[in-house]
């Protein structure tokens, strides 16, 4: 969930690590979506390979019987947090472009969504590309889930650069700034290069459309 931006947009400490006590799901009635929610807020807070079954069963308050039922595999836990990262990523995308018309706003509205990201307590970097440092040696199908991720994203800011009627080359130098902006804003501890992405991202669509 995307909580309230906050009003100070100067950079800020990097966020401490969760206590696991904290991760704790209880709002979710199906065990399914506590259990992918809780093993997200944990990946999010401690890493993936720090974190043990044991510790999402915990936080989940499902049982260790039921969640490989559900998910089989550690690998498939994963592959399920990502995929609902996935949908988190969609749906704030959506949010923030809904009510605009032209693709321009929509475009840039990707880093109004990045900003709002930023200035929330669980931030700390694009989910997707800590999951490929840290697994995507090992795991082929992580590395494979977080390129369709990647893919799919690219494709969607794509599109709406063909709707302006800019060059095709403009949706790949727009999707380096959003995906550098993740990086940059989790090292730094700062809202800022969401700003900074976004200036740079109406410079690159102005110089295109000329």
């Given at each position: ?189 700062s809202v800022r290069p969401a700003d900074d992405a976004r200036a740079a991202a109406e410079v690159l669509i102005d110089q295109a459309l000329r």
């Open positions: 969930m995307i909580a309230t931006l906050e009003n100070d947009r100067s950079p800020r400490n990097p966020k401490p690590g969760i206590a696991e006590e904290e991760c704790v799901v209880t709002d979710a009635v199906d065990p399914r979506e506590r259990v992918v929610r809780a093993a997200d807020q944990l990946f999010n807070a401690h890493g993936v390979h720090a974190v043990g079954m044991d510790k999402v069963r915990d936080a989940a308050g499902v049982s260790l019987k039921k969640i490989y039922a559900m998910f089989p595999s550690k690998e498939a836990l994963i592959l399920a947090v990502l995929d609902d990262r996935t949908r988190q990523w969609n749906a704030g995308i959506a949010a923030c472009a809904d009510g605009l018309s032209s693709p321009r706003d929509k475009l840039l509205a990707v880093f109004d969504f990045l900003l709002e990201w930023f200035g929330t307590d669980e931030f700390r970097g694009c989910a997707f590309i800590n999951a490929y440092g840290e697994l995507g040696a090992e795991m082929p199908s992580v590395a494979s889930a977080v390129r369709a991720q990647k893919a799919d994203f690219q494709q969607y800011v794509a599109g709406l650069v063909a709707e302006l009627g800019a060059p095709g080359g403009l949706g790949a130098q727009l999707s380096i700034l959003a995906e550098g902006a993740q990086t940059t804003a989790a090292i730094a501890g």
